[in-house]
T-cell receptor, first 112, second 117 residues
């Protein structure tokens, strides 16, 4: 158990819908990262937050957005969902000064 | 640009055999970090090891060992006396150390290891 929690574990929804994925980092970790794992794109970095502020952006679509709250939990919002958004979404966290990221169990999203 | 290459897509070994997973990376940074993660069939990503670019000392941890060679930009991972529980997808990853603190991971495509009993 990495100490990073993600909810829900599974999510099934329809095209055009909007969903919110939630992540709680390990105690004391200020950085939160979101990654997407799909069969065709592999593991890709989406976005990083540090203590509530966006720090880095990767291949994140405009339909996707994220935020980190004062209690350091983070949410990833996916809107206008398409079939191709079906993937495993991981959250990871790290402590300041460490490069090691610890991953949550992931949320498996299926868009029908 | 950063790149991580895991040329071996799938490997099958018989239990108790040794197996080496290859990883080659590209980066322009002089300071960077290399990682191995394991993804068992249950799906989570489990951190195994981190190596800093300025520390080429190889490491052994139980049945696992890592060989980091800057001269060939490789960071290979060996499992000795493999067990069925080692069956998983193994990812090599690279993190650069920009002053902005943006230290996201660049992953290879993974190597699926199957250990046959």
């Amino acid at each position: 158990d990495s100490g990073v929690t993600q909810t829900p574990k599974h999510l099934i929804t329809a095209t055009g819908q909007r969903v919110t994925l939630r992540c709680s980092p390990r105690s004391g970790d200020l950085s939160v990262y979101w990654y997407q794992q799909s069969l065709d794109q592999g593991l890709q970095f989406l976005i990083q937050y540090y203590n509530g502020e966006e720090r880095a952006k990767g291949n994140i679509l405009e339909r996707f957005s994220a935020q980190q709250f004062p209690d350091l939990h983070s949410e990833l919002n996916l809107s206008s969902l398409e079939l191709g958004d079906s993937a495993l979404y991981f959250c990871a966290s790290s402590v300041e000064g460490s490069e090691t990221q610890y991953f949550g169990p992931g949320t498996r999203l299926l868009v029908l | 640009a950063q790149k991580v290459t895991q040329a071996q897509t799938e490997i099958s070994v018989v239990e108790k055999e040794d197996v080496t997973l290859d990883c080659v990376y590209e980066t322009r940074d002089t300071t960077y970090y290399l990682f191995w993660y394991k993804q068992p069939p249950s799906g989570e990503l489990v951190f195994l090891i981190r190596r800093n670019s300025f520390d080429e000392q190889n490491e052994i941890s139980g049945r696992y060992s890592w060989n980091f060679q800057k001269s060939t930009s490789s960071f290979n991972f060996t499992i000795t006396a493999s067990q069925v529980v080692d069956s998983a997808v193994y990812f090599c990853a690279l993190s650069e150390a920009p002053q902005t603190g943006a230290n996201n991971l660049f992953f290879g495509t993974g190597t699926r290891l199957t250990v046959i009993p």
